[in-house]
T-cell receptor
Framework: QKEVEQNSGPLSVPEGAIASLNCTYS??????FFWYRQYSGKSPELIMSIYSNGDKEDGRFTAQLNKASQYVSLLIRDSQPSDSATYLCAKDSSYKLIFGSGTRLLVRP | NAGVMQNPRHLVRRRGQEARLRCSPM?????VYWYRQLPEEGLKFMVY????????ESGMPKERFSAEFPKEGPSILRIQQVVRGDSAAYFC?????????????FGPGTRLTVL
């Protein structure tokens, strides 16, 4: 089992819809989780970090963490074509980040 | 520009040559991490350094690869006798001192091509 698992997609949503990206992880030790956005040919950009169970909102983005279920998600409201990218989920493991393989999101105009 | 800086952005080497990748962390950050992203694959941790110390090099191949973060100057990732399989994007990230929940910020990357 991979330490961080994501559906590779692509996840296709129409403009203005809510995009829901999911991630599961394999241990109960990790305390910090991160969502990065990576455009093709570019570097990862930190979007959200979350450390406590529940929801954390920042603008159009909401991260959700459920440590009991070992599950973290990212919701993007009012999706825009510019949100089309690969979204990487990561967990902190003794200061190094363990990344999932990423979910490709496509927002259709 | 207060972000993480990496150079060169693109590097072409022939098999057997050496590659040197440089990374300057964000201002105020003392922790540096190197990651590698092979084509169509995810980001993989290589090494974690603080000034003059290698903290964790568990993700770095034992042979041909080395990293340093000297007291003065940028962090260097060095690949000796490169092979075609070393072709990848190498990203550096930095974070503030401990206790900051380890948010890591990435540089633009160095894309290494081995001919």
């Amino acid at each position: 089992q991979k330490e961080v698992e994501q559906n590779s997609g692509p996840l296709s949503v129409p403009e203005g819809a809510i995009a829901s990206l999911n991630c599961t992880y394999s241990d109960r030790v990790s305390q910090s989780f991160f969502w990065y956005r990576q455009y093709s040919g570019k570097s990862p950009e930190l979007i959200m970090s979350i450390y406590s169970n529940g929801d954390k909102e920042d603008g159009r983005f909401t991260a959700q963490l459920n440590k009991a279920s070992q599950y973290v998600s990212l919701l993007i409201r009012d999706s825009q074509p510019s949100d089309s990218a690969t979204y990487l989920c990561a967990k902190d493991s003794s200061y190094k980040l363990i990344f999932g393989s990423g979910t490709r999101l496509l927002v259709r105009p | 520009n207060a972000g993480v800086m990496q150079n060169p952005r693109h590097l072409v080497r022939r098999r057997g040559q050496e590659a040197r990748l440089r990374c300057s962390p964000m201002k105020g950050h003392s922790h540096v991490y190197w990651y590698r992203q092979l084509p169509e694959e995810g980001l993989k941790f290589m090494v974690y350094l603080q000034k003059e110390n290698i903290i964790d090099e568990s993700g770095m191949p034992k042979e041909r690869f080395s990293a340093e973060f000297p007291k003065e100057g940028p962090s260097i990732l060095r690949i000796q006798q490169v092979v075609r399989g070393d072709s990848a994007a190498y990203f550096c990230a930095s974070s503030p001192s401990e206790g900051q929940n380890n948010e890591q910020f990435f540089g633009p990357g160095t894309r290494l091509t081995v001919l």
